[in-house]
């Protein structure tokens, strides 16, 4: 059996009137908490919305964002690799 996807609607637009609200009155986190497939955890921004023409209150997510768990290395933290230096003078005496 087929599950109905909902449409992504723009969490800015009231459902009742239509009416474009500038930004929610309040906004909060919700962390998952488990990974998905690749590790990446998500981090969910939600709003708290109220439309100036009808006064009717909604709760929508604003945004969503993939982590990766852990801090990343920096470059500087890394060791230095083995540099391998090649005389070309000696390449061409091996022909």
């Known amino acids: 059996m ?4 909902k449409k992504k609607q723009d969490p800015f637009i009231c459902p009742r009137c239509g009416t474009r609200v500038k930004e929610p ?3 909060w986190t919700l962390v998952s908490p488990l990974p998905d497939k690749k590790g990446r955890v998500t981090i969910t921004i939600m709003g ?24 990343p290395e920096e470059e500087s933290e890394r060791e230095p690799g083995e540099i391998i ?10 022909e």
Not at 2 to 5: F, S, T
Not at 52 to 62: D, L, Q, S
Not at 85 to 94: A, G, H, Q, T, V
């Open 25 to 27: 009155v309040k906004t």
């Open 48 to 71: 708290l919305f109220k439309c100036p023409n009808c006064g009717y209150t909604w709760r929508a997510v604003v945004k969503k964002i993939k982590n990766e768990v852990g801090e």
């Open 85 to 94: 230096e090649i005389d070309l003078s000696e390449l061409k005496d091996l």
């Open 2 to 5: 087929l599950m109905a996807r």
